[in-house]
């Protein structure tokens, strides 16, 4: 099972980006899916983070500017970020909780990361 991250890069304050995480192999089921994220210095933090249910959460820092789905069919988790502002520079990481093959075991994952820079 693999985690493949994508969308990131530079754009302006007030600008938009919408990440990308397929998790591809012999996925049985995913569970829960989220969004990581570190900035130069700081702890890595959970940015957004979705159930198998559809049930999601944010850090209050981006909540009403990020939103994380997800295709069901493409195995792909979104995380739509909106308004953003160069406090959101940081490397995001995506995770996924994955049972594979005939196990009903899930083990966790996680993708490489994908450099967001938020500068004029």
């Known amino acids: 099972v693999q985690l493949q991250a994508s969308g990131g890069g530079l754009v302006q304050p007030g600008g938009s980006l919408r990440l990308s995480c397929k998790a591809s192999g012999s996925i049985r089921r995913i569970g829960g899916m989220a969004w990581y994220r570190r900035a130069p210095g700081n702890e890595r933090e959970l940015v957004a983070a979705r159930t198998s249910g559809g049930g999601t959460r944010y850090v209050d820092s981006v909540k009403d500017r990020f939103t994380i789905s997800m295709d069901n069919a493409k195995n792909t988790v979104y995380l739509r970020m909106n308004s953003l502002k160069p406090e959101d520079t940081a490397v995001y990481y995506c995770?996924?909780?994955?049972?594979?093959?005939?196990?009903?075991?899930?083990?966790?994952?996680w993708g490489q990361g994908t450099q967001v820079t938020v500068s004029s």
């Open positions: 995770n996924a909780d994955i049972s594979s093959g005939t196990s009903v075991a899930y083990y966790n994952y």
